[in-house]
């Protein structure tokens, strides 16, 4: 797909490509954000098991654990 400069159009091709893009936005589907907000809670909870950023990396699979501790003499 070309990239268009927008600078470069007239006034009637922004107009008609901003129709173009309301006529593309007004067949999607609409959903109440309560809606939304409840699957998205519910998808988090159902993976919280297998979540590594709510349980932690376990010790022996942490590539990044502190080989050794630091002493002061």
Known sequence: MPVINVDDLTDKDKAVMEVNQL???VKLERWLTSK???EI???????VEEDILVKGIPE???PFKEKG?????
């Open 23 to 25: 006529k593309i936005e």
């Open 36 to 38: 939304c907000c409840e």
């Open 41 to 47: 809670k519910e998808y988090i909870q159902a993976g």
């Open 60 to 62: 022996e699979k942490n």
């Open 69 to 73: 501790g630091c002493v002061i003499c």
